[in-house]
C-alpha cells in the first residue's frame, strides 16, 4: 500500500476543533503524528487513520498512541 502524503490538509482551526492530528512520518510500523498544542491524546489511547491510498482505496487503521 502507498500513501498519497500531501502537504495541504485541513487547517489548524480545524485540526483543534476536531482534536486531529497529522501523519508526519511513516517508518515501518511507527506513524509519526503531530497535534496542535495540548491535544495530545494520552499513552495507550486509539487513533484512527482514515483516508485513501494512490489507488483510492480506502484506509482505516486503528492506531495505538505509544511514547
Given at each position: ?5 500531501t502537504?495541504s490538509?485541513p487547517?489548524?482551526?480545524t485540526?483543534?476543533?476536531?482534536n486531529?492530528g497529522?501523519?508526519?512520518q511513516i ?5 509519526d503524528?503531530?497535534f496542535p498544542?495540548?491535544?495530545m491524546p494520552?499513552?495507550?489511547?486509539a487513533l ?8 483510492e482505496?480506502?484506509?482505516n487503521v ?6
Open positions: 500500500m502507498r500513501l498519497n502524503p502537504t490538509g487547517g489548524v482551526g485540526l483543534e476543533k476536531e486531529l497529522r501523519i508526519s517508518i515501518g510500523p511507527v506513524l503524528v503531530a498544542p495540548g491535544k494520552n499513552i495507550y489511547n484512527v487513520v482514515k483516508g485513501q491510498d494512490t489507488l482505496q480506502q484506509i486503528t492506531c495505538e498512541v505509544q511514547q
